[in-house]
Protein backbone atom coordinates (compact mmCIF):
# COMPACT_ATOMS: atom_id res chain seq x y z
CA UNK A 1 0.00 0.00 0.00
CA UNK A 2 0.89 3.86 0.06
CA UNK A 3 0.80 5.82 3.24
CA UNK A 4 -1.38 9.47 3.20
CA UNK A 5 -1.48 11.78 5.69
CA UNK A 6 -3.70 14.67 5.75
CA UNK A 7 -3.50 18.05 7.98
CA UNK A 8 -5.72 19.48 9.89
CA UNK A 9 -7.87 16.32 10.58
CA UNK A 10 -10.53 18.39 11.56
CA UNK A 11 -11.29 21.99 11.32
CA UNK A 12 -13.59 24.60 12.33
CA UNK A 13 -13.77 28.26 10.91
CA UNK A 14 -16.20 31.27 10.73
CA UNK A 15 -17.96 32.07 7.33
CA UNK A 16 -15.62 34.22 5.19
CA UNK A 17 -12.14 33.26 6.66
CA UNK A 18 -10.01 30.59 4.35
CA UNK A 19 -8.79 27.12 4.95
CA UNK A 20 -5.94 25.27 3.84
CA UNK A 21 -5.70 21.67 4.18
CA UNK A 22 -2.04 19.48 3.23
CA UNK A 23 -1.99 16.24 1.65
CA UNK A 24 1.11 14.19 1.66
CA UNK A 25 2.65 11.16 0.15
CA UNK A 26 4.65 9.78 2.99
CA UNK A 27 6.51 6.92 1.01
CA UNK A 28 7.10 7.34 -2.77
CA UNK A 29 6.79 10.55 -5.08
CA UNK A 30 3.23 11.20 -6.93
CA UNK A 31 3.03 13.25 -9.52
CA UNK A 32 -1.11 12.70 -9.52
CA UNK A 33 -3.09 13.41 -6.54
CA UNK A 34 -6.76 13.57 -6.61
CA UNK A 35 -8.78 15.60 -4.09
CA UNK A 36 -12.24 14.45 -3.63
CA UNK A 37 -15.55 16.14 -1.23
CA UNK A 38 -17.79 14.08 0.83
CA UNK A 39 -21.47 15.08 2.35
CA UNK A 40 -22.76 13.23 5.00
CA UNK A 41 -24.55 10.22 3.72
CA UNK A 42 -23.43 10.52 -0.01
CA UNK A 43 -20.45 9.11 -1.97
CA UNK A 44 -17.10 10.75 -2.97
CA UNK A 45 -17.16 13.26 -6.03
CA UNK A 46 -14.15 14.19 -6.98
CA UNK A 47 -13.03 17.50 -7.54
CA UNK A 48 -9.89 18.00 -9.02
CA UNK A 49 -6.58 16.37 -10.06
CA UNK A 50 -3.53 17.98 -9.08
CA UNK A 51 -0.48 17.67 -11.17
CA UNK A 52 2.95 18.54 -9.76
CA UNK A 53 4.18 21.67 -11.31
CA UNK A 54 1.26 22.27 -13.32
CA UNK A 55 -2.29 23.65 -12.92
CA UNK A 56 -4.55 21.46 -11.53
CA UNK A 57 -7.92 19.92 -13.43
CA UNK A 58 -11.40 20.64 -12.28
CA UNK A 59 -14.24 18.81 -12.79
CA UNK A 60 -17.54 20.54 -14.05
CA UNK A 61 -19.04 22.38 -11.55
CA UNK A 62 -15.99 22.98 -9.02
CA UNK A 63 -14.88 26.51 -8.96
CA UNK A 64 -11.33 26.86 -9.33
CA UNK A 65 -11.04 30.52 -7.55
CA UNK A 66 -12.73 28.85 -4.29
CA UNK A 67 -10.68 25.96 -4.17
CA UNK A 68 -7.32 26.89 -4.75
CA UNK A 69 -5.22 23.55 -5.48
CA UNK A 70 -1.18 23.96 -5.28
CA UNK A 71 0.74 20.77 -5.72
CA UNK A 72 4.22 22.25 -5.24
CA UNK A 73 6.32 19.07 -4.60
CA UNK A 74 6.33 15.46 -5.23
CA UNK A 75 5.14 14.57 -1.78
CA UNK A 76 2.51 17.45 -0.89
CA UNK A 77 -0.22 19.00 -2.23
CA UNK A 78 -2.77 21.76 -0.46
CA UNK A 79 -6.29 22.40 -1.27
CA UNK A 80 -7.51 25.53 0.09
CA UNK A 81 -10.84 26.76 0.68
CA UNK A 82 -11.39 30.52 0.25
CA UNK A 83 -13.68 32.17 2.07
CA UNK A 84 -15.54 29.51 3.35
CA UNK A 85 -19.65 29.75 4.11
CA UNK A 86 -21.73 27.06 5.43
CA UNK A 87 -22.13 25.10 2.50
CA UNK A 88 -18.90 24.16 1.81
CA UNK A 89 -19.08 22.28 5.66
CA UNK A 90 -17.83 18.66 4.17
CA UNK A 91 -15.22 16.07 4.40
CA UNK A 92 -12.20 16.62 2.16
CA UNK A 93 -10.27 13.45 1.52
CA UNK A 94 -7.33 13.44 -0.79
CA UNK A 95 -5.67 10.34 -2.91
CA UNK A 96 -2.19 10.14 -4.34
CA UNK A 97 -1.35 7.35 -7.41
CA UNK A 98 1.30 5.33 -7.37
CA UNK A 99 1.52 4.36 -10.89
CA UNK A 100 1.23 1.45 -13.58
CA UNK A 101 4.62 0.09 -13.18
CA UNK A 102 4.29 -0.78 -9.36
CA UNK A 103 0.26 -0.38 -8.57
CA UNK A 104 -1.25 1.54 -10.45
CA UNK A 105 -3.68 2.48 -7.67
CA UNK A 106 -4.85 5.67 -5.47
CA UNK A 107 -4.29 5.55 -2.17
CA UNK A 108 -6.27 7.49 -0.07
CA UNK A 109 -5.65 9.71 2.85
CA UNK A 110 -7.58 9.82 5.95
CA UNK A 111 -9.48 12.97 5.33
CA UNK A 112 -10.02 16.21 6.96
CA UNK A 113 -13.97 17.32 8.28
CA UNK A 114 -14.45 21.12 7.95
CA UNK A 115 -17.35 22.89 9.56
CA UNK A 116 -17.86 26.64 8.69
CA UNK A 117 -20.10 27.84 11.15
CA UNK B 1 -23.92 7.76 -16.06
CA UNK B 2 -23.06 4.93 -13.19
CA UNK B 3 -20.71 2.67 -14.79
CA UNK B 4 -21.52 -0.28 -12.26
CA UNK B 5 -24.59 -1.34 -10.37
CA UNK B 6 -24.17 -2.57 -6.65
CA UNK B 7 -26.95 -3.58 -4.01
CA UNK B 8 -27.59 -0.69 -1.21
CA UNK B 9 -27.00 -3.00 1.50
CA UNK B 10 -26.43 -6.52 2.13
CA UNK B 11 -25.71 -8.60 6.27
CA UNK B 12 -23.48 -11.27 6.27
CA UNK B 13 -22.81 -13.25 9.92
CA UNK B 14 -19.94 -12.72 11.49
CA UNK B 15 -17.07 -16.06 10.16
CA UNK B 16 -18.67 -16.20 7.03
CA UNK B 17 -17.64 -15.60 3.70
CA UNK B 18 -19.27 -12.08 2.08
CA UNK B 19 -19.81 -11.95 -1.72
CA UNK B 20 -20.43 -8.73 -2.80
CA UNK B 21 -21.60 -8.79 -6.26
CA UNK B 22 -21.43 -6.13 -9.47
CA UNK B 23 -22.65 -5.47 -12.35
CA UNK B 24 -21.06 -3.49 -15.23
CA UNK B 25 -22.21 -4.79 -18.34
CA UNK B 26 -20.56 -2.15 -20.32
CA UNK B 27 -17.36 -2.33 -19.31
CA UNK B 28 -14.79 -2.31 -22.25
CA UNK B 29 -11.80 -4.36 -23.30
CA UNK B 30 -9.03 -1.48 -20.93
CA UNK B 31 -11.37 -1.14 -18.30
CA UNK B 32 -9.70 -2.31 -15.18
CA UNK B 33 -12.50 -3.62 -11.75
CA UNK B 34 -11.23 -1.86 -8.51
CA UNK B 35 -12.61 -2.49 -5.41
CA UNK B 36 -12.81 -0.11 -2.31
CA UNK B 37 -14.13 0.23 1.06
CA UNK B 38 -14.90 2.79 2.95
CA UNK B 39 -15.17 2.60 6.91
CA UNK B 40 -17.38 5.52 8.87
CA UNK B 41 -15.41 8.94 8.60
CA UNK B 42 -12.36 7.21 7.11
CA UNK B 43 -10.92 7.98 3.98
CA UNK B 44 -11.66 4.74 1.71
CA UNK B 45 -8.77 2.04 1.99
CA UNK B 46 -8.17 -0.18 -1.46
CA UNK B 47 -8.66 -3.62 -1.31
CA UNK B 48 -7.73 -5.26 -4.91
CA UNK B 49 -8.03 -4.20 -8.52
CA UNK B 50 -8.22 -7.21 -11.84
CA UNK B 51 -8.60 -7.11 -15.33
CA UNK B 52 -9.76 -10.29 -16.76
CA UNK B 53 -8.07 -12.76 -14.32
CA UNK B 54 -8.81 -13.58 -10.83
CA UNK B 55 -7.16 -12.05 -8.48
CA UNK B 56 -6.58 -13.02 -4.40
CA UNK B 57 -4.44 -10.81 -1.82
CA UNK B 58 -3.99 -11.26 1.69
CA UNK B 59 -7.96 -9.07 2.29
CA UNK B 60 -9.95 -10.46 -0.60
CA UNK B 61 -10.50 -12.53 -3.71
CA UNK B 62 -12.18 -10.78 -6.90
CA UNK B 63 -14.11 -13.05 -9.31
CA UNK B 64 -14.28 -11.68 -12.83
CA UNK B 65 -16.93 -13.26 -14.95
CA UNK B 66 -15.62 -14.54 -18.14
CA UNK B 67 -17.04 -12.05 -19.94
CA UNK B 68 -16.71 -9.03 -17.68
CA UNK B 69 -20.14 -7.89 -17.27
CA UNK B 70 -19.86 -8.94 -13.58
CA UNK B 71 -17.76 -9.21 -10.77
CA UNK B 72 -17.88 -10.29 -7.16
CA UNK B 73 -15.94 -9.48 -4.03
CA UNK B 74 -15.70 -12.07 -1.69
CA UNK B 75 -14.22 -11.37 2.09
CA UNK B 76 -13.75 -15.04 3.26
CA UNK B 77 -13.77 -14.93 6.59
CA UNK B 78 -15.70 -11.71 7.72
CA UNK B 79 -15.16 -9.95 11.04
CA UNK B 80 -16.81 -7.10 12.75
CA UNK B 81 -14.39 -4.41 11.31
CA UNK B 82 -15.00 -5.44 8.08
CA UNK B 83 -18.13 -3.00 8.38
CA UNK B 84 -18.16 -0.59 5.74
CA UNK B 85 -19.42 0.71 2.12
CA UNK B 86 -18.11 -1.20 -0.53
CA UNK B 87 -17.03 0.55 -3.99
CA UNK B 88 -16.65 -1.14 -7.08
CA UNK B 89 -15.51 1.00 -9.42
CA UNK B 90 -14.44 0.39 -13.21
CA UNK B 91 -11.51 2.63 -14.91
CA UNK B 92 -9.80 3.30 -18.18
CA UNK B 93 -6.49 1.62 -17.69
CA UNK B 94 -4.73 4.31 -20.22
CA UNK B 95 -2.08 6.79 -19.54
CA UNK B 96 -3.84 9.81 -18.16
CA UNK B 97 -7.21 8.42 -17.09
CA UNK B 98 -6.34 7.84 -13.39
CA UNK B 99 -9.52 9.23 -11.86
CA UNK B 100 -11.84 7.18 -10.16
CA UNK B 101 -15.70 7.66 -10.34
CA UNK B 102 -17.40 6.65 -7.05
CA UNK B 103 -20.75 5.25 -7.29
CA UNK B 104 -23.26 4.80 -4.17
CA UNK B 105 -21.56 1.19 -3.30
CA UNK B 106 -22.71 -1.31 -1.07
CA UNK B 107 -23.32 -0.64 2.71
CA UNK B 108 -22.12 -4.33 4.36
CA UNK B 109 -23.09 -5.10 7.66
CA UNK B 110 -21.16 -7.38 9.65
CA UNK B 111 -23.53 -9.48 12.47
CA UNK B 112 -22.29 -10.80 15.39
Known amino acids: GAVVSQHPSRVICKSGTSVKIECRSL??????MFWYRQFPKQSLMLMATSNEGSKATYEQGVEKDKFLINHASLTLSTLTVTSAHPEDSSFYIC?????????????FGPGTRLTVL | DAKTTQPTSMDCAEGRAANLPCNHS???????VYWYRQIHSQGPQYIIH???NNETNEMASLIITEDRKSSTLILPHATLRDTAVYYCIVRDSNFGNEKLTFGTGTRLTIIP
Open chain 2, 50 to 52: GLK
Open chain 2, 26 to 32: TISGNEY
Open chain 1, 27 to 32: DFQATT
Open chain 1, 95 to 107: SVHRDRILTDTQY
